[in-house]
């Protein structure tokens, strides 16, 4: 026991003037999501009791992050919904709110808007026939590198530029292999200056300084894993990424994500982190 007099440790959790724990947007897993868009037909089907289990142990990793997790309603009308990800770009307060690639996804992003309107994100919109998938989007540092993919196009990409090139964000276009639904498919940020990268998906020389930590390209799934602060969640059951990332000096937590995976999903589509500092 501290005497009552000690001087408090200035980053305890419960000092009165400690940083208010950012913001992670999540919206639940539908009744529809057996619904989902997906490239090829689940079989077997998707599971939702089982989705809805994985979501929670998703949420839970959030908060293992250091996130404050807003969950938004869910809404049976949009099967998708629950890959939060994909309705908005956020990045130093600004929101980009995007015109989904998919023409039945449209109607997911106004829900995400208000949500980010209401946490003070000056929030911009894009119009036909701009089209942009956050999935397609990756910050390192002061670069946000586009994926040019089936879902973002290049008025989606212009747009990118208009909104956050004035505020000192460099947008990279990376054109995708064919096949690939989004760039998060193939890599994730592990902090501003280091990358995670599917073995043989895309050019490292493509992030320049960066450092690379590679995935076995048998498990380039885990390739979209979600960092926070030198903690990291990946897919479970992908024994070569955990190591790799344990060797580059990461604590993991694996999440399941049998059932998001059958609607082409994974972790980073799963959420909008509203982080001030990312690392
Ligand atoms: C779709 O096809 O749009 C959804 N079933 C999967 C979206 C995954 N989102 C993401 O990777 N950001």
């Not at 839970?60 to 099967?79: E, I, N």
Request: hydrophobic residues 45%; negative net charge; aromatic residues 4%.
């Amino acid at each position: 026991m501290p005497a009552p007099d000690a001087p408090r440790a200035p980053d305890a959790p419960d000092a009165p003037d400690a940083p208010a724990p950012p913001v992670a947007l999540v919206r639940g897993v539908p009744a529809t999501f057996d619904r989902a868009l997906a490239a090829t037909p689940p079989d077997p089907p998707i599971d939702v009791t089982l989705a809805r289990a994985q979501h929670a142990a998703y949420v839970d990793g959030l908060r293992w992050l250091g996130y404050d997790v807003v969950v938004l309603p869910t809404q049976d009308a949009h099967p998708d919904g629950c890959f939060v990800e994909d309705a908005a770009v956020v990045a130093d307060g600004v929101a980009l709110v995007a015109r989904a690639g998919a023409p039945s996804r449209r109607g997911e992003a106004e829900a995400v808007a208000a949500a980010l309107a209401a946490r003070g994100a000056v929030v911009h919109r894009m119009e036909e026939p701009a089209t942009l998938d956050g999935g397609d989007v990756l910050r390192l540092g002061r670069r946000l590198f586009v994926g040019r993919s089936p879902r973002t196009n290049d008025a989606g990409i212009a747009r990118l530029v208009e909104v956050f090139a004035p505020r000192g964000l460099e947008v990279a276009p990376v054109p995708l292999p064919p096949g690939t639904l989004h760039l998060k498919c193939l890599c994730a940020p592990l902090g501003p200056d280091r990358v995670l990268l599917a073995d043989g998906a895309l050019s490292p020389d493509l992030f320049a300084s960066a450092a690379v930590v590679r995935v076995p390209a048998a498990e380039a799934y885990a390739a979209n894993a979600l960092a926070r602060r030198g903690r990291v969640l990946v897919a479970a059951g992908h024994p070569l990424t955990r190591r790799a990332l344990e060797a580059a000096g990461l604590e993991v937590r694996e999440i399941p994500t049998s059932e998001f995976r059958k609607a082409d999903g994974a972790l980073t589509c799963l959420s909008i982190p509203l982080d001030p500092d990312p690392r």
